[in-house]
Nanobody, 126 residues
């Protein structure tokens, strides 16, 4: 079992930057691919970014490409999402998810992830 805990959310203004973290416990994260997803009020959960188990490959939703960066530190069992040039439409609860996989191709499909965190709220004011 892998337990995931997100942190770092908050209230920022449009154009600001924010970094959220996903800390894992229970298992070492080095054999797990990790994805970030978000869900805004009244909307379905959507893919944001994903990273392979060793961090060699990443994938981003078109809406965040060039503004967000996903990274990981397996020594710290933590995955990060650096968000720059935030927009009001980025407001959502951000979730990290993990799947045991040694694939070199990141996946954007939420149903392929087995473990989920509780989420952290990110609010961007205009």
């Amino acid at each position: 079992q892998v337990q995931l805990v997100e942190s770092g959310g908050g209230l920022v203004q449009a154009g600001d930057s924010l970094s959220v973290s996903c800390a894992a416990s229970g298992r070492t994260l080095s054999s797990y691919a990790v994805g970030w997803f978000r869900q805004a009020p009244g909307k379905e959960r959507e893919f944001v970014a994903a990273i392979t188990y060793w961090g060699s490959s990443t994938s981003y939703a078109d809406s965040v490409k060039g503004r967000f960066t996903i990274s990981r530190d397996n020594r710290k069992n933590t995955v990060y999402l650096q968000m720059n040039s935030l927009k009001p439409e980025d407001t959502a609860v951000y979730y990290c998810a993990a799947r045991r996989s040694l694939s070199t191709v990141p996946t954007a499909q939420s149903n392929e992830y087995d473990y989920w965190g509780q989420g952290t709220q990110v609010t961007v004011s205009s």
